[in-house]
C-alpha cells in the first residue's frame, strides 16, 4: 500500500503562486508515474501535469504557468503554480502509480486533495 499526503494549497489573489506537495510513503513499493489532477466543482477531474516519457506534459491552460517536478527517488512530486488565475481553483489531486507486493502489479493511489481557491 502507498500512503500519499498532500500539501500547499490555499487561498491566494489572481497572478499569486503556490507550490503543492505530495509524499509517498510505504513498504516497498516502485513508482512508475507520478501526475497532478484537478477538479473543480460541476466538473470532471482533468489531468494537469505527468511525467512522460523523459519529459513532462501538461494541460494546455497551465502550460507556461504550471511546473512538475519530483525527487530522484520518486518518493515526492511537486506542482509548482504561477501567475494563478480564477479558473485554477479547484480541488488539486496528487496520483501515483506505483507497484507493490505480493503481486507487483500497476496500481493507482491518491493523495486525499488539497484545496487551492483563486480570488479577485
Known amino acids: 500500500q502507498v500512503h500519499l499526503v498532500e500539501s500547499g494549497g490555499g487561498l491566494v489573489q489572481t497572478g499569486g503562486s503556490l507550490r503543492l506537495s505530495c509524499a509517498a510513503s510505504?513498504?516497498?513499493?516502485?513508482?512508475?508515474?507520478m501526475n497532478w489532477y484537478r477538479q473543480a466543482p460541476g466538473k470532471q477531474r482533468e489531468l494537469v501535469a505527468a511525467?512522460?516519457?523523459?519529459?513532462?506534459g501538461y494541460l494546455d491552460s497551465v502550460k507556461g504557468r504550471f511546473t512538475i517536478s519530483r525527487d530522484n527517488g520518486r518518493r515526492t512530486v511537486w506542482l509548482q503554480m504561477n501567475s494563478l488565475k480564477l479558473e485554477d481553483t479547484a480541488v488539486y489531486y496528487c496520483?501515483?502509480?506505483?507497484?507493490?507486493?505480493?503481486?507487483?502489479?500497476?496500481?493507482?493511489?491518491w493523495g486525499q486533495g488539497t484545496q487551492v481557491t483563486v480570488s479577485s
Open positions: 496520483n501515483v502509480r506505483a507497484r507493490t507486493p505480493p503481486t507487483w502489479s500497476e496500481r493507482d493511489f
Open positions: 510505504g513498504n516497498d513499493f516502485g513508482v512508475t508515474a
Open positions: 511525467f512522460v516519457d523523459e519529459g513532462t
